[in-house]
């Protein structure tokens, strides 16, 4: 009786071990109502800083702050999840984009900020097979904006079409 | 575009799609990679301008629809390098008319000085739709003084009327005035006049009874512009002139400024019945309120 109780009390263990590692693993994990930031790396080298407001554990508003990007009267308390590797910041941010949904042209916006190829990756699959037309006009529109060798291919191999 | 004009474009896109303004949208076209090409064109707006001239060149000298090349001259007005006036200029000397066209106001639209000196001898070369397009293009850059020497050198009636038209809808009130001062005068004019707001010029004339057909045009125009000056002038008009085609085309610009106080207060100074009956018929095609304060005051007599 007492190897079974404690054969269950270890497995009880072993399963709230693993599910706290893959809430862990899942950036940035459950957050609580209100704004929450953290830094990464933006599109020119220099810092972003992307904030999120939550509601009832979902995002409800995305926001970048950088060397390119400012908000007039945007000045708030927020929980600062501290630094963020830029593709876990993209990851994360790229959930929130589907057709139809108020969230996906502040997610565009925030992820094109980015650095790296990966935003770049993301828009031009957007443009290239999205189905939504106001998203692809927009993932277009960051594309053009981000000043990036393989966007200005992308969009130089779109504008190349043969009738 | 320097980086100040990237940061302002950007906060200006963040704005407009933080209200909700659906922004650079794949257009309904029929054809799904036009309507994506011309998607494309329209993001390259607020690229920077080294990165979007070769793209934009490249359409423009591919086999593209002429909805897509139109696209791809906007862009290219709005592109702030001499190359990209160069590449408007070019396609405005071009065979195809409509792009010609299309270029030709695309210049307007960019207002460089020296694409838009150039649209002249196109404008001299040009058939009457390319020279449309020139006064468009003048008129959108507001190049008063170009457009009036259009029409100085106008080599016909119909020259000369399509630009005075164009610097009375530019309210080019001074320029106007030196044409008139140059001898031409027309009809045209007056209405240019009227349409330019130019009440000094049209008192003038309206004054002036050396010509009376064209003193009583000027005397009509003047309601066009209207205001308490134009009333003024009208009132002082019909009581002064005994002719009564002046008197008349005075009643005619305050029915067109609706002044119906005025006329109200001719008929009460009035003794004659047949002008009573004539001012009481303008008040009443002026569909004015103040009838019925005659009708009142005639009734009021009865009692």
Same mark, same amino acid.
């Given at each position: 009786?007492?190897?079974?109780? %404690?054969?269950?009390?270890?497995?009880?263990?072993?399963?709230?071990?693993?599910?706290?590692? !893959?809430? #862990?693993?899942?950036?940035?994990? !459950?957050?609580?109502?209100? +704004?929450?930031? +953290?830094?990464?790396?933006?599109?020119?080298?220099?810092?972003?800083?992307?904030?999120?407001?939550? %509601?009832?554990?979902?995002?409800?508003?995305?926001?970048?702050?950088?060397?390119?990007?400012?908000?007039?009267?945007?000045?708030?308390?927020?929980?600062?999840?501290?630094?963020?590797?830029?593709?876990?910041?993209?990851? +994360?941010?790229? %959930?929130?984009?589907?057709?139809? #949904?108020?969230?996906?042209?502040?997610?565009?916006?925030?992820? !094109?900020?980015?650095?790296?190829?990966?935003?770049?990756?993301?828009?031009?699959?957007?443009?290239?097979?999205?189905?939504?037309?106001?998203?692809?006009?927009?993932?277009?529109?960051?594309?053009?904006?981000?000043?990036?060798?393989?966007?200005?291919?992308?969009?130089?191999?779109?504008? #190349?079409?043969? %009738? | 575009?320097?980086?100040?004009?990237?940061?302002?474009?950007?906060?200006?896109?963040?704005?407009?799609?933080?209200?909700?303004?659906?922004?650079?949208?794949?257009?309904?076209?029929?054809?799904?990679?036009?309507?994506?090409?011309?998607?494309?064109?329209?993001?390259?707006?607020?690229?920077?301008?080294?990165?979007?001239?070769?793209?934009?060149?490249?359409?423009?000298?591919?086999?593209?629809?002429?909805?897509?090349?139109?696209?791809?001259?906007?862009?290219?007005?709005?592109?702030?390098?001499?190359?990209?006036?160069?590449?408007?200029?070019?396609?405005?000397?071009?065979?195809?008319?409509? /792009?010609?066209?299309?270029?030709?106001?695309?210049?307007?639209?960019?207002?460089?000085?020296?694409? /838009?000196?150039?649209?002249?001898?196109?404008?001299?070369?040009?058939?009457?739709?390319?020279?449309?397009?020139?006064?468009?293009?003048?008129?959108?850059?507001?190049?008063?003084?170009?457009?009036?020497?259009?029409?100085?050198?106008?080599?016909?009636?119909?020259?000369?009327?399509?630009?005075?038209?164009?610097?009375?809808? $530019?309210?080019?009130?001074?320029?106007?005035?030196?044409?008139?001062?140059?001898?031409?005068?027309?009809?045209? $004019?007056?209405?240019?006049? =009227?349409?330019?707001?130019?009440?000094?010029?049209?008192?003038? /004339? =309206?004054?002036?009874?050396?010509?009376?057909?064209?003193?009583?045009?000027?005397?009509?125009?003047?309601?066009?512009?209207?205001?308490?000056?134009?009333?003024?002038?009208?009132?002082?008009?019909?009581?002064?002139?005994?002719?009564?085609?002046?008197?008349?085309?005075?009643?005619?610009?305050?029915?067109?400024?609706?002044?119906?106080?005025?006329?109200?207060?001719?008929?009460?100074?009035?003794?004659?019945?047949?002008?009573?009956?004539?001012?009481?018929? $303008?008040?009443?095609?002026?569909?004015?309120?103040?009838?019925?304060?005659?009708?009142?005051?005639?009734? =009021?007599?009865?009692?």
């Amino acid at each position: 009786m007492k190897t079974a109780i %404690r054969l269950i009390i270890a497995a009880v263990l072993f399963a709230a071990c693993i599910s706290n590692e !893959s809430l #862990s693993a899942e950036f940035p994990g !459950s957050l609580d109502n209100g +704004w929450h930031t +953290w830094q990464t790396t933006a599109a020119d080298g220099s810092e972003l800083q992307v904030y999120v407001s939550m %509601r009832s554990d979902k995002p409800v508003e995305f926001r970048v702050r950088s060397n390119s990007v400012c908000w007039d009267n945007f000045d708030i308390e927020a929980n600062d999840l501290g630094p963020v590797d830029s593709v876990q910041s993209i990851i +994360w941010l790229q %959930r929130f984009i589907k057709p139809q #949904s108020d969230l996906s042209s502040d997610a565009l916006m925030a992820i !094109s900020q980015h650095a790296g190829e990966l935003p770049i990756e993301i828009l031009g699959d957007i443009v290239k097979t999205g189905t939504d037309r106001e998203l692809r006009g927009e993932a277009l529109f960051w594309l053009a904006q981000s000043d990036n060798d393989g966007a200005f291919l992308l969009l130089d191999r779109l504008l #190349s079409e043969k %009738r | 575009m320097n980086t100040f004009t990237k940061t302002f474009l950007t906060t200006l896109a963040l704005l407009a799609m933080s209200s909700g303004y659906a922004q650079g949208e794949v257009s309904e076209v029929d054809d799904p990679a036009e309507a994506l090409k011309i998607a494309a064109l329209e993001a390259l707006i607020t690229a920077p301008s080294d990165r979007a001239l070769p793209l934009v060149t490249k359409v423009l000298n591919s086999n593209n629809s002429n909805d897509v090349k139109s696209r791809a001259l906007f862009i290219l007005s709005q592109i702030d390098l001499p190359e990209a006036q160069q590449q408007l200029l070019e396609v405005a000397r071009s065979g195809d008319a409509e /792009l010609s066209q299309e270029a030709v106001r695309m210049i307007g639209i960019s207002g460089d000085p020296d694409a /838009l000196a150039g649209l002249s001898d196109m404008y001299s070369a040009g058939d009457e739709d390319l020279r449309d397009a020139v006064l468009e293009a003048y008129l959108i850059a507001g190049e008063t003084q170009l457009v009036a020497d259009i029409a100085a050198n106008a080599k016909d009636a119909d020259e000369f009327e399509a630009a005075v038209e164009m610097l009375a809808v $530019m309210g080019a009130q001074e320029e106007l005035r030196a044409l008139r001062s140059n001898g031409a005068f027309p009809e045209v $004019m007056i209405e240019a006049f =009227a349409i330019s707001g130019d009440y000094e010029s049209l008192r003038e /004339l =309206a004054l002036d009874g050396s010509d009376v057909e064209r003193q009583a045009h000027a005397i009509e125009a003047l309601g066009i512009v209207g205001g308490d000056e134009v009333d003024q002038t009208l009132m002082e008009i019909y009581r002064n002139s005994d002719s009564e085609d002046i008197r008349e085309s005075a009643l005619e610009g305050m029915l067109i400024s609706g002044y119906d106080a005025g006329v109200l207060e001719l008929y009460r100074a009035s003794d004659n019945i047949d002008e009573k009956r004539e001012l009481l018929e $303008m008040l009443a095609i002026m569909d004015s309120d103040l009838v019925f304060d005659v009708i009142d005051e005639a009734f =009021a007599g009865d009692r």
